[in-house]
């Protein structure tokens, strides 16, 4: 184990970051035993709780940077857990609808975080 200066330790704000690393690591640890990663997730999640939505309308409702978004739904769409389709009021978009096959693949990576209570999933 490496030692770290008590100084550090005394610090809520290095504490926070510590456990928010841990964190990440069991949460993407978890997402790839389910072949998904954290933004399939925020996609899936996105597409459950407001329907079908442009990819950038799923990226400000996911929190994700404009320039992921397009890539991160392409596993989702390659797995058939959503669709892209072109936007009739527009075509230069597409509208991506989250399938059976993705409520499925969201309700087990839901799985991954049941230890939590309700209230801590909010944070």
């Keep these: ?30 997402f790839a035993e389910a072949g998904a990663r954290g933004y399939h997730y925020r996609i899936l999640s996105a597409l459950h709780e407001f329907g079908a939505a442009s990819q950038a309308e799923i990226g400000r409702h ?29 075509r230069r978009r597409n509208i991506v609808p989250l399938t059976k096959a993705g409520e499925r693949q969201l309700h087990r990576l839901d799985d991954l975080l049941g230890p939590l209570s309700p209230a801590d999933r909010r944070y």
């Design 1 to 30: 184990m490496v030692e770290v200066p008590e100084r550090l330790l005394a610090k809520p704000s290095f504490l926070i970051t510590q456990l928010a690393v841990h964190a990440h690591r069991l949460a993407s640890e978890g």
């Design 62 to 90: 996911g929190n994700m940077d404009r320039g992921d978004v397009v890539g991160a739904i392409n596993e989702p769409a390659e797995q058939g857990f959503v669709e892209r389709t072109p936007d009739p009021g527009d």
